[in-house]
């Protein structure tokens, strides 16, 4: 069987660099931190009170404000990005068979300031008042509903669902996009991946971890993947997706192309539920994967969007990855964390990631990894790679390959290149 070819057609972000794709992309080329005190609650008394949240989100904007509240914010996020897209990519609603086009979305944790709401409710009063729970509680909170709501209101009646394997939940959301289009199961497929879990239970939970910054001082400078005073990742918030599409459906249609898609890989550390095998083996694993997938060699990319979430052991085994699988060609590759700007977007990680490497292909242009300072080196990354340190880079990007690795050792990686008829 002939596999199909598959584009990228249309894109769509609400991130904390900016509520359009165009926004969060021109302010990764300036290395805008997007970084700030949180606002969602009283952080006060907790030991991190930062978070990279979004800004100025209006949900009129983009649907009713009644049907707003019958959503919980990750939800509101997702059609946004997903509404962005679908106009993006300018396909024509009223005469293509929406049997054939489908939506996969990742998240990660879901309706956790619902599911915080409604509980703490319960723990004030209802063990005195008895049960009083928002009827909408349940399809505010499952994670599977984001991409319920999109098909709802497209029409779509192609592959429907959710997929979640932590922090990296939306690249496995884009690889099964980008499987069902290759399969001829679908013509178009929504991938992406939406989260918001700056809430107490969200920060508490990491804090209690030890796994996000306390550089309450500082918070625009604190995510700062490969140096040597990084001291935990930022959260943040948003969504991104991806209109995927196979190619001659596309031709057919006139769209515009981004790029291409050509490979995607799985893999698993199998080494601990939250830290990443110290020497980056399942990382070398899901690269080689989503190389062998896509049919090309090492040398033939020139961009790898990494992980790099600004923790100690998860910047250094991905480096040694890279390192390790590369050889010699590391030294030839821009390699950037735009989490440094974004902070880590946790399920929506991966869709927004993919995003920044499709418009660095489309581009010819690498946004940075901000925030690090010449003296402040950790003996155990290798600075002769090129991490793009503090300003964007023009280079030809041929292709560009998109880490995300997620608690229970979850690695998904996918690849994008120049579209070539």
Not at 23 to 46: C, Q, R, Y
Not at 296 to 322: C, F, L, Q, R
Not at 392 to 417: D, E, M, P
Request: glycine share 10%.
């Amino acid at each position: 069987m002939e596999l199909k070819r598959v584009v990228v057609t249309g894109i769509g972000a609400v991130t904390p660099l900016g509520n359009t794709a165009e926004e969060t992309w021109k302010n990764m080329l300036a290395g805008v931190s997007g970084a700030g005190p949180i606002t969602h609650f009283d952080a006060s008394l907790f030991k991190t009170q930062f978070a990279c949240e979004v800004k100025n989100f209006n949900v009129a904007d983009y649907f009713d404000r009644k049907e707003a509240r019958k959503m919980d914010l990750y939800t509101q996020y997702a059609i946004a990005a997903a509404k962005m897209a679908v106009e993006d990519s300018a396909m024509d609603l009223e005469t293509m068979n929406k049997n054939r086009i489908g939506v996969v979305y990742g998240v990660g944790i879901g309706g956790i300031h619902t599911f915080e709401e409604e509980a703490g409710a319960y723990a004030l009063t209802g063990k005195e008042l008895g049960p009083k729970y928002n009827p909408f509680f349940i399809p505010k909170m499952i994670a599977d509903i984001a991409a319920g709501h999109i098909s709802i209101m497209y029409g779509f009646h192609g592959p429907n669902y959710c997929t979640t394997s932590a922090c990296a939940s939306s690249t496995n959301a884009l690889a099964d996009a980008f499987n069902l289009i290759r399969l001829g199961k679908a013509d178009i497929v929504l991938g992406g991946g939406a989260e918001a879990a700056i809430w107490p239970a969200g920060v508490g939970g990491f804090n209690a971890m030890k796994a996000l910054s306390t550089r309450n001082d500082d918070p625009t400078h604190a995510s700062r993947p490969f140096s040597a005073s990084r001291d935990g990742f930022i959260m943040g918030e948003g969504a991104g997706c991806l209109i995927l599409e196979e190619l001659e459906h596309a031709k057919a249609r006139g769209a515009k192309i981004y790029a291409e898609m050509v490979g995607a890989g799985m893999s698993a550390d199998a080494h601990h539920i939250t830290a990443s095998h110290p020497e980056g083996l399942g990382a070398k694993l899901v690269m080689t994967n989503a190389l062998e997938d896509a049919g090309m060699k090492p040398e033939d990319i020139d961009y790898i969007n990494v992980h790099g979430t600004s923790t100690h052991v998860g910047d250094i085994s991905e480096a040694k990855a890279i390192k390790e699988l590369f050889g010699e060609h590391a030294y030839k590759l821009n390699i950037s964390s735009t989490k440094s700007m974004t902070g880590h977007l946790l399920g929506a990680a991966g869709a927004v990631e993919a995003m920044a490497s499709v418009l660095a292909v489309k581009n010819d242009v690498v946004p940075p990894t901000i925030n690090h300072e010449e003296d402040d080196k950790d003996e155990e990354i290798d600075y002769n790679l090129n991490f793009t340190f503090n300003a964007a880079q023009k280079r030809t990007v041929r292709a560009a390959l998109s880490n995300t690795f997620g608690f229970g050792g979850h690695n998904a990686c996918v690849i994008f290149k120049k579209y070539e008829d």
